[in-house]
């Protein structure tokens, strides 16, 4: 006999594959429950270990679409579920109610295994005698009826005839998978009760019994939702061939809706992974205190940025900003209005900048910005324009008072000359224009020219 380990636990297969190969059994495994439930090889097992808690498909959603089959191999196929230890209550409960026949140990002995698997293997655990497979008949003549019920009787399909008004609620009762359906003198009159069913019941396989109509009425009925079609004379070869083409489809669309549902919660997860993500990328990179870009952000995007430089000659300006005398305010209004002010600044940043420039503050009371896509003098520029807005807004306090702060500016522009020394520069500019007098912008070429300060000597 086969035994099918649905499992991750591969010490535990090679445990059954010496309790049970040397007594000529053979055991199957496969790691995936969906790539089990889809394959054949579970087709031939006459016993099921899966994995209780199993991705994507856990031990009991599987056991519930085995038992849900209308095939009597499935329906009293021995299952039993693997987990870490002895289930409790709960979980006992949950089992029985989902079909399981029992529990294997993850970490069970060999003679373990030899006392909860034997009695399956031996053909106890469950009656030899199942219930047959229900399949539906209306509009059926005595005779055809009485065919196919002793053809499909040899091989455990319990016929049901049924009036025609009654096809909904009896296939509904009866939970039939298979529904024959007989044509009259008018086989279009099968339409509506075809589409009739297929609303109430998606899953039911419509059969149709009958003379072949023209090509247009064959077209409409089947366009009703017939799967199938047998003429007359009846073939038994062919009505079983029909109910078991319904079952394998059965099974097609619940594998198919498990699959469905396993992506639909890897996009759920991936939608709740990908907004993890977002929040602590923000987490990480944001400065908690003004909402801008932190310094390692801004380590990030300057690498970039020069990589792009080397590579493609995309330009972009460097801005470093340093808020003059930010001492003496956090000394004479107190750290509380220091953090004010730097807020105030910052947001000033913002709504002076592009949606394409970034602004980060890089250190206590220092910010840098980075204009991509910008030359030297619209650089300066920029740089100019939030000199002179932050000079002439002063920023109010919640005491009522005012402060008048300034800033410092340095700016450059990469060249070819030395681009990891780039930064290094423009922290010396910024360092010359607090030399100069403080709320200036200094570039890179005039400080080391060692001009005055002012627009009109920007170098491009």
Same mark, same amino acid.
Do not use: K, Q, Y
């Given at each position: 006999m086969d #035994? !099918? /380990? #649905?499992? +991750?636990?591969? &010490?535990?297969?090679?445990r059954l594959r010496t309790a049970f190969e040397g007594r000529g059994h053979r055991v199957v495994h496969l790691p995936d429950p969906l790539v089990a439930l889809a394959g054949e090889a579970w087709t031939t097992a006459q016993a099921v270990l899966v994995d209780r808690a199993a991705e994507p498909l856990d031990g009991l959603r599987f056991c519930a679409l085995l038992r849900g089959e209308s095939r009597l191999l499935f329906q009293n196929l021995p299952l039993f579920l693997i987990g870490e230890g002895a289930p409790d209550e709960a979980e006992a409960a949950a089992a029985l109610e989902a079909g399981a026949d029992g529990h294997v140990r993850q970490g069970a002995s060999i003679q373990e295994l030899l006392d909860v698997l034997g009695p399956a293997l031996g053909g106890t655990l469950r009656p030899v005698e199942p219930a047959a497979t229900p399949v539906l008949a209306a509009g059926i003549t005595p005779a055809d009826e009485a065919r196919m019920r002793e053809v499909l009787g040899h091989f455990r399909f319990e016929l049901h005839a049924c009036p025609w008004k009654h096809l909904v609620e009896t296939r509904e009762a009866l939970g039939a998978p298979v529904a024959i359906l007989g044509l009259g003198r008018d086989p279009l009159a099968v339409v509506p009760r075809l589409e009739a069913l297929r609303r109430a019941a998606p899953d039911a396989y419509p059969v149709v019994y009958g003379p072949l109509p023209d090509e247009a009425d064959q077209r409409r009925i089947l366009l009703a939702g017939a799967a199938e079609w047998l003429a007359p &004379? !009846?073939?038994? &070869?062919?009505?079983?061939? +029909?109910? @078991? @083409? /319904?079952l394998e489809w059965r099974h097609g669309r619940a594998v198919h809706r498990e699959f469905e549902r396993h992506l639909h919660d890897l996009q759920e997860r991936r939608a709740m992974l990908e907004m993890e993500t977002v929040a602590l990328r923000d987490e990480v990179l944001t400065d908690p205190l003004t909402g801008l870009l932190n310094r390692r952000a801004f380590h990030q995007n300057l690498e970039h940025h020069l990589n792009q430089w080397e590579r493609h000659k995309r330009g972009f300006v460097l801005v470093l900003a340093d808020v003059d005398h930010f001492k003496l305010i956090n000394d004479r209004f107190g750290h509380m209005s220091g953090d004010r002010v730097l807020e105030a600044l910052a947001g000033r940043l913002r709504h002076t900048l592009r949606r394409s420039d970034l602004a980060f503050r890089i250190g206590g009371e220092e910010f840098a910005l980075l204009l991509p896509e910008t030359t030297l003098r619209p650089g300066a520029d920029v740089a100019e324009k939030l000199r002179r807005r932050v000079e002439e807004e002063p920023v109010l306090l919640e005491s009522g008072q005012a402060v008048f702060p300034s800033l410092s500016f340095g700016v450059g522009f990469p060249t070819?000359?030395? &681009?990891? +020394?780039f930064f290094s520069d423009v922290d010396r500019a910024l360092y010359a224009a607090k030399h100069r007098g403080r709320n200036c912008v200094v570039t890179v070429a005039e400080a080391a020219a060692g001009r005055p300060t002012g627009l009109d000597s920007v170098a491009i």
């Open positions: #035994i !099918l /380990a #649905i499992t +991750a636990h591969e &010490p535990l297969v090679d &004379p !009846l073939s038994g &070869p062919f009505l079983l061939h +029909a109910c @078991r @083409r /319904a070819d000359n030395d &681009p990891g +020394a």
